[in-house]
């Protein structure tokens, strides 16, 4: 038997994904020694290895996100200056947008968010101060009492089994994996509306009930060529495909017609992988993380998209709380999805000008680091979520449920205020099609605060979230998942475990005790994380 080495850090961060590499910067920046696990060989989650642009609010530009979000926003652009051959009105453009998708205000490329995130860490990597096991999953927690011990690790190339024990851990991972392993009180999929009197929610809860996930594909177009992929093994059935969700899909799934969740109806987007225009609303330039005229080259090849889009959303089942051999069996159904879309857009999808595909769109497995063009892990829209101390509801966020709550008209009505907030985020409550035959919510909500209450679990005294996995419902997590909330909550967990070794307390005494709580939000200004708002207008 391999014997399993043994590692002890001032805090443990499981999780090396959008949140888990912001709070373990925060960590850092405070004086701790940290280890951060990630299940792949990249960092960066949701912005780098699912492959997703960022998705902001419309003020981003200005306001609304920590420094440290700013920071790595500002440092993206900086690198396509410093080393890409940017056109000079590009180069100079304060707001590069290097892709120029119309998703976000910055569409990059996975590798470009995957160097920065690096140099962010490369210091405290150099120094020891900073342990980052990649390619590693956990295996165990060791729990005593409320309090988790230590984490077991197995490495997924290897096989070798390693300890990680610290005063605190965080769980940052994709789907909230340590939570079933220690024991701590999780909710999954939707609650019932007598539970959290949401507008919005159903009156039975279903825990099966999940956004579906995203295996997002990279994409360039090579007019004249053929680079079409063997047809995927379970392309007949994806081609064929009538979705059963209620409200009703408006027919094929791969077809160009799609259920637009905002207004209730089908809509249809064209798609033209030759397009040009940025203001064009075409899936093609949607999520575009390469526009080639923004280049100087001589050959400058050809734009890149990313395809993240209602016809490869995979809703057929989930991933959580299953036996392994099915969670596999989804996961696989998720990649054949995106293959038989790519397939289908290369042969038979059908065009403006009456012909079938598009030949020359190619995987471009070299922008995403792996072999068959699809990302290196799946896009988790909806994490398993702590049942904790104070959970934000759409009652706390909704545009329509406030105005209903509060009495208040539109353009007076703010979202609930919260004494112990650690941060600030804003998105429309945007929910996918989910696992239980539910169909897409897209409604307006509020700029919002992040109560700490959401970051403590009900009784694990070590255990907090730093990611997707704090005190949300299936409804609001529709505005917590985007980029810089998650990055956010990752800060504030790993500003709240720093203080807590400092202050020698437990984090609920954080909330609990006024003199400790306004400390504590005095480390997070100091860090440059904003804890309310401006007088702003509903998303």
Same mark, same amino acid.
């Given at each position: 038997?391999?014997?399993?080495?043994?590692?002890?850090?001032?805090?443990?961060?499981?999780?090396?994904?959008?949140?888990?590499?912001?709070?373990?910067?925060?960590?850092?920046?405070?004086?701790?020694?940290?280890?951060?696990? &990630?299940?792949?060989?990249?960092?960066?989650?949701?912005?780098?290895?699912?492959?997703?642009?960022?998705?902001?609010?419309?003020?981003? &530009?200005?306001?609304? +996100?920590?420094?440290?979000?700013?920071?790595?926003?500002? &440092?993206?652009?900086?690198?396509?200056?410093?080393?890409?051959?940017?056109?000079?009105?590009?180069?100079?453009?304060? =707001?590069?947008?290097?892709?120029?998708?119309?998703?976000?205000?910055? +569409?990059?490329?996975?590798?470009? !968010?995957?160097?920065?995130?690096?140099? @962010?860490?490369?210091?405290?990597?150099?120094?020891?101060?900073?342990?980052?096991?990649?390619?590693?999953?956990?295996?165990?927690?060791?729990?005593?009492?409320?309090?988790?011990?230590?984490?077991?690790?197995?490495?997924?190339?290897?096989? =070798?089994?390693?300890?990680?024990?610290?005063?605190?851990?965080?769980?940052?991972?994709?789907?909230?994996?340590?939570?079933?392993?220690?024991?701590?009180?999780?909710?999954?999929?939707? %609650?019932?509306?007598? &539970?959290?009197?949401?507008?919005?929610?159903? %009156?039975?809860?279903?825990?099966?009930?999940?956004?579906?996930?995203?295996?997002?594909?990279?994409?360039?177009?090579?007019?004249?060529?053929?680079?079409?992929?063997?047809?995927?093994?379970?392309?007949?059935?994806?081609?064929?495909?009538?979705?059963?969700?209620?409200?009703?899909?408006?027919?094929?799934?791969?077809?160009?017609?799609?259920?637009?969740?905002?207004?209730?109806?089908?809509?249809?987007?064209?798609?033209?992988?030759?397009?040009?225009?940025?203001?064009?609303?075409?899936?093609?330039?949607?999520?575009?993380?390469?526009?080639?005229?923004?280049?100087?080259?001589?050959?400058?090849?050809?734009?890149?998209?990313?395809?993240?889009?209602?016809?490869?959303?995979?809703?057929?089942?989930?991933?959580?709380?299953?036996?392994?051999?099915?969670?596999?069996?989804?996961? %696989?159904?998720?990649?054949?999805?995106?293959?038989?879309?790519?397939?289908?857009?290369?042969?038979?999808?059908?065009?403006?000008?009456?012909?079938?595909?598009?030949? !020359?769109?190619?995987?471009?497995?070299?922008?995403?680091?792996?072999?068959?063009?699809?990302?290196?892990?799946?896009?988790?829209?909806?994490?398993?979520?702590?049942?904790?101390?104070?959970?934000?509801?759409?009652?706390?966020?909704?545009?329509?449920?406030?105005?209903?709550?509060?009495?208040?008209?539109?353009?007076?009505?703010?979202?609930?205020? @919260?004494?112990?907030?650690?941060?600030?985020?804003?998105?429309?409550?945007?929910?996918?099609?989910?696992?239980?035959?539910?169909?897409?919510?897209?409604?307006?909500?509020?700029?919002?605060?992040?109560?700490? !209450?959401?970051?403590?679990?009900?009784?694990?005294?070590?255990?907090?979230?730093?990611?997707?996995?704090?005190?949300?419902?299936?409804?609001?997590?529709? +505005?917590?998942?985007? =980029?810089?909330?998650?990055?956010?909550?990752?800060?504030?967990?790993?500003?709240?475990?720093?203080?807590?070794?400092?202050?020698?307390?437990?984090?609920?005494?954080?909330?609990?005790?006024?003199?400790?709580?306004?400390?504590?939000?005095?480390?997070?200004?100091?860090?440059?994380?904003?804890?309310?708002?401006?007088?702003?207008?509903?998303?």
């Amino acid at each position: 038997m391999t014997q399993t080495s043994a590692h002890r850090f001032d805090l443990v961060i499981a999780g090396g994904g959008t949140g888990g590499v912001a709070a373990a910067l925060a960590a850092l920046a405070a004086g701790l020694r940290v280890a951060l696990t &990630e299940e792949t060989d990249w960092i960066g989650g949701q912005l780098t290895q699912q492959a997703v642009p960022p998705d902001e609010h419309r003020w981003i &530009e200005s306001f609304g +996100c920590t420094r440290g979000y700013r920071r790595f926003r500002n &440092e993206v652009r900086t690198y396509y200056r410093r080393h890409y051959p940017l056109k000079l009105t590009r180069r100079s453009d304060p =707001h590069l947008n290097p892709g120029m998708g119309w998703v976000s205000r910055l +569409c990059f490329e996975p590798r470009v !968010g995957l160097a920065v995130l690096e140099a @962010f860490l490369a210091p405290y990597e150099a120094s020891g101060q900073l342990r980052v096991f990649l390619r590693s999953k956990v295996e165990a927690v060791d729990v005593q009492g409320d309090r988790v011990r230590a984490i077991t690790m197995r490495h997924l190339v290897d096989g =070798h089994r390693f300890e990680l024990t610290a005063p605190f851990f965080l769980d940052a991972t994709e789907c909230g994996d340590l939570l079933p392993l220690a024991g701590a009180e999780y909710v999954t999929g939707t %609650e019932s509306r007598s &539970e959290t009197h949401e507008p919005h929610a159903p %009156e039975a809860a279903d825990p099966a009930n999940m956004q579906g996930i995203t295996w997002c594909p990279a994409l360039d177009y090579r007019a004249g060529e053929d680079h079409t992929i063997e047809r995927p093994t379970d392309y007949a059935f994806w081609r064929d495909h009538l979705p059963r969700l209620d409200p009703p899909w408006p027919g094929k799934l791969l077809a160009w017609d799609y259920f637009d969740a905002a207004s209730g109806l089908p809509r249809s987007l064209p798609f033209d992988p030759s397009a040009n225009d940025p203001h064009s609303l075409d899936l093609w330039t949607y999520r575009r993380v390469r526009q080639a005229a923004s280049f100087e080259l001589p050959d400058p090849g050809g734009d890149i998209s990313l395809i993240n889009w209602p016809q490869n959303d995979y809703f057929l089942g989930n991933i959580f709380d299953l036996p392994e051999d099915e969670a596999r069996r989804h996961l %696989e159904g998720a990649r054949q999805l995106s293959l038989s879309l790519v397939h289908w857009l290369q042969t038979e999808a059908p065009r403006a000008d009456g012909g079938q595909g598009w030949p !020359g769109l190619r995987l471009r497995g070299d922008v995403v680091g792996t072999t068959d063009g699809l990302a290196k892990y799946p896009y988790i829209r909806e994490s398993r979520r702590i049942r904790a101390e104070f959970t934000v509801t759409e009652n706390h966020v909704g545009l329509e449920a406030r105005m209903a709550e509060t009495g208040q008209p539109r353009d007076t009505v703010t979202a609930a205020t @919260f004494a112990d907030s650690v941060g600030i985020g804003c998105y429309r409550i945007d929910l996918h099609p989910a696992t239980g035959g539910v169909n897409g919510v897209d409604i307006a909500s509020l700029p919002f605060q992040i109560p700490l !209450g959401a970051l403590l679990p009900l009784r694990m005294e070590n255990l907090l979230p730093a990611a997707k996995n704090l005190g949300v419902t299936h409804i609001t997590n529709g +505005c917590f998942r985007l =980029h810089p909330v998650e990055w956010n909550i990752g800060e504030a967990a790993g500003l709240l475990a720093a203080f807590c070794l400092r202050a020698g307390c437990p984090p609920r005494a954080v909330r609990t005790k006024p003199e400790l709580l306004r400390a504590y939000q005095a480390d997070l200004e100091n860090y440059g994380i904003p804890l309310a708002w401006p007088r702003i207008t509903p998303v």
